[in-house]
């Protein structure tokens, strides 16, 4: 699961996501965990810088939220950089 907002209120649309892979490691996680990060996408939307601007619990989902959204493309734009904000979520009870 994930939000997403633009930065400058810019419609946008996402042509293509992966989710992220639970980690191995944090099978005895319970509960629900989030990483929020600050996307610069070009032209093209291609995703081209991202920063983690928060996480919880501190580092767990982090690894691969982030090699999940290397992979996400948004639309194409008029614009040379857009900035986004993406909240991608994991949720222990949803977890097989």
Sequence with gaps: M?????CIGEKFALIETVSPRWPIHSERFLGIGYVDFRVTVNSEGKIIEQQITRS???????RQSLRALKKWKFNSSKHEKRCFDVTIKFDSNNHK
């Design 2 to 6: 994930y939000e997403i907002d633009s």
């Design 56 to 62: 919880q619990p501190r580092r767990i989902f982090d």
